[in-house]
């Protein structure tokens, strides 16, 4: 963070100081986790489902914190106490410093699917041609993004934001921190419809990032997705699109996958074309990189930085589409980070292309998608459907809420063994010890908090 005294802090969240003059500086790293405090630093106390930050205030003070933000004072300890919510005077310390920054280019971006793999590729599109800070793992929310704001410092040049939505208002929330001069909308899926009721609302929500792009700067919108499409009605700056659609801007042209499921296609922005081949498994990721490289032009850099940077860009964040070959032969496939029927069904695809290239018998180890609402039945039967009509050749459900994925498979003309439905991680564990063998191909994919992420690194470490 860039240096800023207690006072000015104090002025900004709204606070008292107690213990600590207005001078004192902060210029260390703002954290919530004690254990990451250091000299110089900031520890936000903010309250946790089965611990309280201002128990650890002390520690934070221990490792050379210049002050804490609370809502209480800590005897022995210096702080700024606010009120009512520290996590709203994180985001207002957040909106503070970035003011301080009127040269650094804020580029925000959301969607349904598919934000942590194309803010990942942003980053390393455009890391080479300036300081860029890139939110850690999936940052997206009212306290990760501030978190990952402030890290911005004088010499920062880009800050990508990644922004998630569960309600109406959260995007206008996140980009009145960050107010984007690039604004990012990939897709409007079903992920959340459980809490927001439908996609047009989904779309309402997702939209908001049009709304907020600062006068001068550039919209992004996907030309492939008629809803996000729609979207550039609701703003007066400049509008880029892309996707496959032949109106596109930045474009894809003769996709192909090879047999490793691994995206190349013709790279198109204005008269410029070049091939592209991803190192990364899934069809979708065209998607994420033509997102990406929208990007990439809205900020200046040329076609040919651009195509060179996406054919270099590997995988950074964990449990996506996460290939691993065993010595023993199986290869998993860890997508469990999140799921949704949209990036469900993106990945039983690849599962299928990579099967039949190379002739393996597939699995797809499943677990439940969440904030599905009403539709949850009918969207997890479809993907059981899915897996028979992709002739996937193992279809393992885990957990009493995907069940229905093993019904759909059912009821789509699976039969003996080829589905089979278990309740808990540990009995899929051992029917899958017990039944992999040499050249197998495992997909493991569901929800972050149906907990498969766990069964994929067993099924990786059980062949270490």
Not at 37 to 56: C, I, Q, S, T
Request: glycine share 10%; charged share 20%; aromatic share 4%.
């Amino acid at each position: 963070m860039i240096p800023v005294s207690c006072g000015e802090i104090a002025d900004a969240v709204r606070g008292e100081l107690v213990g600590v003059e207005p001078t004192a500086v902060v210029d260390g790293a703002v954290v919530i986790d004690s254990r990451a405090a250091g000299p110089g630093g900031l520890f936000v106390a903010l309250p946790g489902e089965r611990v309280d930050g201002h128990d650890f205030v002390g520690t934070a003070t221990a490792a050379g914190v210049t002050v804490s933000l609370t809502t209480r004072p800590i005897e022995g300890s210096p702080c700024i106490v606010v009120d009512d919510d520290a996590q709203r005077a994180l985001g207002d310390l957040a909106r503070f410093v970035i003011g301080k920054l009127p040269e650094l280019t804020v580029i925000a971006l959301t969607g349904s699917s598919g934000k942590t793999s194309t803010k990942d590729l942003i980053g390393q599109l455009i890391s080479p041609y300036g300081e860029t800070v890139v939110p850690e793992g999936s940052f997206n929310n009212e306290i990760g993004h501030p978190l990952t704001a402030l890290r911005a410092t004088a010499s920062t040049k880009y800050l990508i934001a990644e922004m998630g939505v569960r309600s109406l208002g959260d995007i206008t929330y996140l980009t009145g921190i960050t107010p984007p001069r690039v604004g990012l909308v990939l897709n409007v899926g079903t992920s959340h419809i459980g809490k927001l009721g439908s996609q047009d609302n989904i779309a309402l929500a997702k939209g908001e990032m049009i709304e907020a792009v600062a006068p001068g700067g550039t919209a992004i919108v996907n030309a492939d997705d008629h809803r996000v499409a729609a979207m550039r009605s609701r703003t007066a700056q400049k509008v880029l699109t892309f996707g496959e659609a032949p109106e596109a801007e930045v474009r894809a042209t003769d996709v192909k996958i090879d047999g490793e499921g691994r995206p190349a296609f013709t790279l198109q922005i204005g008269d410029f074309g070049a091939p592209v081949q991803l190192q990364f498994i899934g069809e979708h990721y065209v998607s994420n990189a033509l997102a990406a490289a929208a990007v990439a032009t809205a900020i200046g850099l040329t076609p040919e930085q651009i195509s060179d940077g996406l054919n270099v860009a590997v995988p950074v964040s964990a449990a996506r589409m996460q290939l691993t070959e065993r010595p023993d032969g199986v290869t998993i496939i860890n997508d469990a980070f999140n799921a949704n029927p949209e990036s469900t069904r993106a990945a039983l695809k690849s599962l299928a292309a990579i099967g039949r290239s190379r002739g393996a018998r597939t699995w797809a180890v499943l677990g439940e998608m969440l904030e599905l609402g009403d539709t949850s039945a009918d969207e997890h039967d479809a993907i059981g459907r899915l897996a028979v009509r992709l002739d996937v050749n193992r279809l393992l459900v885990v957990g009493a809420g995907a069940k229905p994925i093993h019904l759909g498979a059912s009821l789509e003309g699976s039969w003996g063994n080829e589905s089979a439905f278990v309740e808990t991680i540990p009995e899929a564990l051992e029917l899958l010890r017990d039944e992999l063998r040499a050249g197998d191909v495992v997909l493991v994919k569901s929800s972050k908090a149906a907990k498969l992420r766990s069964l994929a690194d067993a099924l990786v470490e059980d062949a270490q």
